[in-house]
C-alpha cells in the first residue's frame, strides 16, 4: 500500500519547456488534489478532481492543465513554463472533499 | 476568499520548552484539520476538530477549535526536536474545498 505517489521527484526546466507532473493514489479515494508550496503562502489548489471525469479550477489555475485518467491518476501539465512556476507541487488525495487528505512526497520544480 | 492567517510565521525554541501555534480567519468553518509536514515529505494529518469550543490531546499536542469556529490553537507542552516542523492549519466550509493556512515553522533546538 503505497498511498500517494508522484514522479519525478525533481525537475529543471527551461523558460517555455513543458512537463506533465504524474500522481497516482492506490486507497479508492475520489477526490484527488494539486497544491502548490511557496514561501510564506501555505498550499494553494491549482486544480482537484472530486470524482473520475470531472475536474475544477482551484485558487491557481493559470498556467496549468490536468487530467484525471481513471480513479487512480491525476497528472498535472505545464504546457510553457515560466520561472514563477518554480514550486513544490504536492498531489493529495481524499475520499470526500474536505475528508482527510492524504499527500504525496512532492515534486520540486526549477523553472530557469 | 476565505483566508486562514497563522501566528507566529516562524518559531525557534529549545527542547523542553511549551508553545502555541495560532489559526485565525474572518470565516467560519465547519471543520478545522492540523497538519505537520517534515522537510522533503507531504504533510500528514495530526488532528481534526469540528465542534465549537472542541478540546483534543495527542500526547503532549493540545489542540482547540474556537467557540465561534473562526480560529484554533495548538500548544505544545515540553517540546521535543522530533515537533521540529512545519504546522499548517486547514479548514473546511460546507460547500466549498480546504483551505490551508499559511503555515508556521517550528524548529526546536536541543
Known amino acids: 500500500n503505497a498511498g500517494v505517489t508522484q514522479t519525478p521527484k525533481f525537475q529543471v526546466l527551461k523558460t517555455g519547456q513543458s512537463m506533465t507532473l504524474q500522481c497516482a493514489q492506490d486507497m479508492n479515494h475520489n477526490s484527488m488534489y494539486w497544491y502548490r508550496q511557496d514561501p510564506g503562502m501555505g498550499l494553494r489548489l491549482i486544480y482537484y478532481?472530486?470524482?473520475?471525469?470531472?475536474?475544477d479550477k482551484g485558487e491557481v489555475p493559470n498556467g496549468y492543465n490536468v487530467s484525471r485518467l481513471n480513479k487512480r491518476e491525476f497528472s498535472l501539465r505545464l504546457e510553457s513554463a515560466a520561472p514563477s512556476q518554480t514550486s513544490v507541487y504536492f498531489c493529495a488525495s481524499s475520499n470526500r472533499d474536505r475528508d482527510t487528505q492524504y499527500f504525496g512526497p512532492g515534486t520540486r520544480l526549477t523553472v530557469l | 476568499t476565505q483566508l486562514l492567517e497563522q501566528s507566529p510565521q516562524f518559531l525557534s525554541i529549545q527542547e523542553g520548552e511549551n508553545l502555541t501555534v495560532y489559526c485565525n480567519s474572518s470565516s467560519v468553518f465547519s471543520s478545522l484539520q492540523w497538519y505537520r509536514q517534515e522537510p522533503g515529505e507531504g504533510p500528514v494529518l495530526l488532528v481534526t476538530v469540528v465542534t465549537g469550543g472542541e478540546v483534543k490531546k495527542l500526547k503532549r499536542l493540545t489542540f482547540q477549535f474556537g467557540d465561534a469556529r473562526k480560529d484554533s490553537s495548538l500548544h505544545i507542552t515540553a517540546a521535543q526536536t522530533g515537533d521540529t516542523g512545519l504546522y499548517l492549519c486547514?479548514?473546511?466550509?460546507?460547500?466549498?474545498?480546504?483551505?490551508f493556512g499559511t503555515g508556521t515553522r517550528l524548529q526546536v533546538f536541543p
Open positions: 478532481s472530486a470524482s473520475e471525469g470531472t475536474t
Open positions: 486547514a479548514g473546511g466550509a460546507n460547500t466549498d474545498k480546504l483551505i
